[in-house]
């Protein structure tokens, strides 16, 4: 059997070999603050949703919040990863396992805020048993599901031939990866099924992705309550889930290249690229913004203007106008502007203003169609407790300690897809941009 | 259920039957303060008078609707909350999985979430009714139009070897109201008194334009009638 010959690649190597100080103690911090979560957890369990800020009417407030939001952050991964696969966009090659990571561990936590926000967790399980389906929630669980079976099918794909190397490479886990690696040996016959079966998976993807975050969508627009009975919700929130993922990819990517010190792959010109793409997202998200306030202003309808007055001159005012900056101005300002796109502080600065703004968002659609009743009802105004935040603060410790752990089992950058793209792409790119041009002379054969 | 409220005193006295007959227990200060506060019927207010006058602020009980379509039964992930034969929107608690669906999705928020497990100062406890269950801590529940008398009062029927009638059965609210605001009936039967009334000038159904038939009817004379 032939070992894979890695080459410079060595170097991706390097992170799963050798663990220094610094990754303990930051692991340790987020292992604490993930601790400090259990214990905010069991108080809950314990004395029930009391221990949270909810009330009547506002039955819903950060769980819920978070669950919208991590699970847009997971439409970054897989979707972004199989859009550029398919469209055959040579640059994704060093991004694409970072991306599709966080999709997979993201949606675990997704599906942990509903856990939380339950009132009994111990019957979950009812949902299975007495499903009904003609809630939305029922459509979630679906869909959620069946996202988070193809997005882990479409990690490990790409994987398998990284875990061989692994496999070869660190013979004191060989232990680990030898099963993982299902006998790979990258023999022509595996690579073409692999090839297939990636391309298949980035194909059936796509559609279960946007059916996530429609369906999330619809729980809230198939009430009939003011500002949530909206047709456009679908595609508002799909919109938004990409967009926030895209900034989650960014920051990750960041974070990867500078404490692993991949500058050579993760380059100046990736962060530009996804920065282009986030500018359009921006634009996007801004556009669907203002095409669902306009309408239901112009529509003024009782209902529905006081709680858009709430969030526009009331008393969610700070926060909508904070979200209209951090998710269209600032990030509009940084990457409109060739000087700040092409660095990587630009986008990453723009990228943490969108996940900032982009929360919020998710905020103002839960909370304020809420605080007001068709009915009056008074009802002091919702703010979240300890509780609360502490387990908002867990999952995102938590995730990040995952994602840590994860590059410390499996290189972050696909060394098979770089070392592809180094010895095949460029001649193929050239016969490939040759095939547009109507008048290149056949090539001479001696 | 039809509920004049041109005889509505506004007295409460529907509002403590409720508690007392359906194991509600009292809310303290605290709660109210948190606004977790379970009332499976409570006053709301609303604008009376015609156009141009000083208009008087009015309360109307607020029963739960128990409409013909209603907003929370298809939203329900487990089926915990269903409309039944009779037309009457039950919750099914042992199932209720406390994901509060169907509270956000009721129009008249006339549904409650169990924050805690329910206190009653003693003695209370020991004057709880034998006919109701008490909730258990995370989950919702609500007006059940007094389900529990019309389980009794179909024994008795069948008992006596006939049909339910006009009269053997009314939720504890309509037997309080001391000002005989409250009428209660089978709206199917075009003969008995909710009928009539649901058929009277002064009738009209809360927010009527969401489609979600609500099976309590409001008299009010006047053109405000509706207007909240």
């Known amino acids: 059997m032939e070992r894979f010959e890695i080459g410079q690649d060595i170097r991706l190597l390097r992170p799963i070999e050798r663990t220094g100080r610094a990754f303990w103690i930051f692991a340790g911090i987020l292992m604490a603050i993930g601790l400090w979560g259990v214990f905010a957890w069991t108080t809950q369990l314990r004395r029930g949703l009391s221990v949270t800020g909810l009330n009547v009417p506002v039955y819903w407030g950060l769980y819920i919040t978070n669950f919208v939001f991590f699970i847009g952050i ?133 559609p279960i992705a946007i059916s996530v975050h429609t369906v999330v969508s619809w729980v809230f627009a198939m009430t009939v309550q003011p500002m949530w009975h909206s047709t456009i919700f679908g595609p508002y929130f799909v919109v938004g889930a990409i967009f926030s993922g895209i900034a989650a990819i960014i920051i990750a990517m960041a974070i990867i290249r500078k404490a692993y010190h991949l500058e050579e792959y993760l380059k100046p010109i990736h962060f530009n690229n996804l920065g282009i793409l986030l500018l359009v997202m921006s634009l996007l998200w801004f556009y669907f913004t203002f095409a669902e306030f306009l309408t239901t202003y112009y529509g003024s309808e009782p209902a529905h203007m006081s709680i858009f007055l709430s969030k526009t001159e009331g008393k969610f005012s700070p926060l909508f106008w904070t979200m209209a900056v951090s998710c269209f101005v600032i990030p509009f300002l940084l990457l409109a502007n060739n000087r700040t796109r092409r660095t990587i502080w630009g986008t990453v600065a723009a990228s943490i203003s969108v996940e900032i703004g982009m929360w919020l968002e998710r905020f103002l659609i839960v909370v304020p169609s809420l605080s007001r009743p068709r009915l009056p009802l008074s009802a002091p105004s919702y703010s979240p407790s300890w509780v609360e935040w502490s387990l908002l603060a867990a999952f995102i410790a938590m995730f990040i300690l995952l994602y840590a752990v994860f590059t410390k089992l499996f290189p972050i950058v696909s060394i098979w897809e770089v070392h592809e793209g180094r010895e095949h792409s460029v001649n193929e790119v050239t016969a490939r941009v040759q095939s547009y041009l109507p008048a290149m002379p056949e090539p001479v054969h001696e | ?68 379509r209603p907003p929370c039964t298809k939203v329900c992930p487990v089926k915990a909350t269903q409309i039944d034969r009779e037309g009457l929107v039950a919750q099914v608690y042992p199932r209720c999985i406390g994901c509060r669906y169907c509270t956000t999705a009721c129009p008249y928020t006339v549904r409650h979430f169990n924050w805690t497990q329910p206190q009653w100062p003693r003695p209370m406890e020991q004057a709880l009714s034998p006919d109701v269950s008490v909730r258990p801590t995370g989950v919702v529940e609500k007006c059940t139009f007094c389900h529990h008398r019309l389980q009794r009062a179909k024994d008795n029927a069948r008992m006596e070897g006939r049909a339910l009638r006009e009269g053997d059965y009314v939720p504890a609210c309509v037997e309080t109201c001391p000002a005989e605001a409250m009428v209660f009936g089978d709206l199917d039967d075009p003969a008995s008194a909710v009928t009539r009334l649901s058929q009277s000038p002064r009738a009209f159904r809360l927010l009527e334009d969401l489609g979600t038939e609500p099976k309590v009817i409001y008299l009010s004379k006047g053109e405000s009638g509706g207007k909240v």
């Not at chain 2, 005889?7 to 009292?26: F, G, L």
């Not at chain 2, 015609?50 to 607020?62: N, Q």
């Open chain 1, 74 to 206: 997971s439409h970054a991964g897989t979707l972004i990863s199989a859009i550029l696969r398919l469209s055959h966009a040579e640059w994704r090659r060093s991004i694409t396992r970072a991306a599709e990571v966080i999709t997979v561990l993201v949606l675990f936590f997704g599906m942990g805020c509903v856990i939380l926000d339950l009132g009994r967790p111990d019957r979950v399980l009812n949902v299975l048993k007495s499903g009904n389906f003609t809630s939305p929630l029922l459509w979630d669980v679906l869909s959620v599901t069946m996202y988070l079976t193809a997005s882990t099918i479409y990690l490990y794909l790409p994987l398998i031939p990284d875990i061989a190397i692994l496999r070869d490479y660190i013979p004191r886990r060989r232990w680990f990866y030898r099963p993982l690696a299902l006998g790979w040996t990258g023999a022509p016959g595996q690579q073409r099924v692999l090839n297939r079966a990636i391309a298949v998976m980035a194909v059936i993807v796509i």
């Open chain 2, 1 to 68: 259920m039809a509920i004049d409220l041109d005889r509505c005193t506004a007295c409460q006295a529907c509002v403590v039957a409720c508690q007392v007959e359906n194991n509600v227990s009292p809310a303290g200060a605290e709660q109210w303060e948190e606004g977790r506060a379970i009332s499976w019927l409570r006053l709301v207010p609303f604008q009376d008078g015609e156009h141009g006058t000083r208009p008087d602020l009015r309360l109307m009980p607020l029963p739960c609707m128990h409409c013909q």
